[in-house]
Structures are given as C-alpha cells and as structure tokens.
C-alpha cells in the first residue's frame, strides 16, 4: 500500500517562474491538506481539499498561490511568479476522515533563485 | 484564532535520561495528536489522544491528554539516540471545518 506521494521531491526555480507541485494522496483517502515548513520552523497549514473542492484555505496567501483537487489525478499546489520567500519544504497529507491522523509525503524542497 | 504552543523549541540530554515535553493549547480541543519529524524527514504520526485525562503507552513513550483537553504531555524514558527529532503536538477542535493545528515542535538532540 503505497504512502503518500509528492513530485518533485527537490524543485529549482528562478524568481518569477511558476512551481508546480503534486500530491497522490493515500489509497482511499480523500482528504488532502498542504503544509509549509520553513527551517527551524513548525508547520503552517496552508488548504485542506477533498475531491474537487476547497474546504479551508485560511492559511494560504491570497496572492499567487492556488491549490485543486480534481476528481481524477493528484492534487497540485501552484505557485505563480515565485519570489525568493517562497523557498521552503512543502509537504502534503492526506487522511481517510477529517478528524484522523495525517499521513504526510516526503515534501518537496522548493529552492528559488 | 487556535494556538498551539510548545516551549522550548529545542532541548538536549545525555542518552538514558528521560525526558518530558508540553503542549498547550489556547482553546479546548476535541483530539491532539503527537507527530515525530527526523532530520531531513518527514513528519509521522506518533498517537492520538481524544479522551479527557487519556494516557497512552508506546514502548518508552507516554503520551497524557489534560483533565481540561487544553494540554499535553510527552514523556520519554531513558532516552536513545534513535529518539532525536522534532516532536510536534497538533490539536483539533471541533467544529464543522475543524483543521490540526500545529505547534512549532520541540527538537530533540541526544548526546551518546
């Protein structure tokens, strides 16, 4: 049974490029959350989704980013024009319920020069 | 908004003391979950605690969830080098979009 799974796993952007990251989510879960985590730092939870739709994006920047879900594929965080702070790890879980633990995937280090 | 905070953020012991870390949270939570991160990794989940003065056991980890559900705690006995990490406490309240939030972690080196 496969984990959760990210791609890239390491991402080198200029600034102003876009970055484009993608999560497979658990087999039979339909919950995905995204997270940031800057060095040093703890994790900043950014959107929750399930199947094609958004449920909570309190904590993604209005700006530039956008996150989807759709019915078929993995989910995809994008990041348009990104700029040198968007450097960091971002890592996706999924979990079967709400409420459940959350497996996470082994991120993707977003380097931007 | 729900504050998850977990002080310090880093400590060290020699290998076969124990060791014990706090998360407290701002508001009631309906569960709080324990997640290890190791260097370089991934965050694990650990265990969830969802009752009301909860203890439970994983070999020398003991994790306790407050009479108030606004705190925990983390106990390790008689520390190892595998335990170095960053432990994170997330907690939950209830609510129809409930969503983990997140302590900063306490990192945890070990000295052999």
């Known amino acids: 049974n496969a984990g959760v799974m990210q791609n890239p796993r390491h991402l080198v952007r200029r600034r102003g490029q876009e970055a484009r990251l993608r999560c497979s989510p658990m087999?039979?879960?339909?919950?995905v959350y995204w997270y940031r985590q800057l060095p040093e730092e703890g994790l900043k939870f950014m959107v929750y989704?399930?199947?094609?739709?958004?449920?909570?994006e309190s904590g993604m920047p209005k700006e530039r980013f956008s996150a989807e879900f759709p019915k078929e594929g993995p989910s995809i965080l994008r990041i348009q024009q990104v700029v040198r702070g968007d450097s960091a790890a971002y890592f996706c879980a999924s979990s079967s319920l709400v409420a459940y633990e959350q497996y996470f995937g082994p991120g993707t280090r977003l380097t931007v020069t | 908004g729900q504050q998850v905070m977990q002080i310090p953020q880093y400590q060290h012991v020699q290998e076969g003391e124990d060791f014990t870390t706090y998360c407290n949270s701002s508001t009631t939570l309906s569960n709080i979950q324990w997640y290890k991160q190791r260097p370089g990794g991934h965050p694990v989940f650990l265990i969830q605690?969802?009752?009301?003065?909860e203890v439970k056991k994983q070999k020398r980890l003991t994790f306790q969830f407050g009479e108030a559900k606004k705190n925990s705690s983390l106990h390790i006995t008689a520390t190892q080098t595998t335990d170095v990490g960053t432990y994170f406490c997330a907690g939950e309240t209830a609510g129809a979009n409930s969503k983990l939030t997140f302590g900063k972690g306490i990192t945890l080196s070990v000295r052999p």
């Open positions: 087999k039979g879960h339909s919950h």
């Open positions: 989704l399930q199947k094609e739709n958004i449920i909570d």
């Open positions: 605690l969802v009752k009301s003065g």
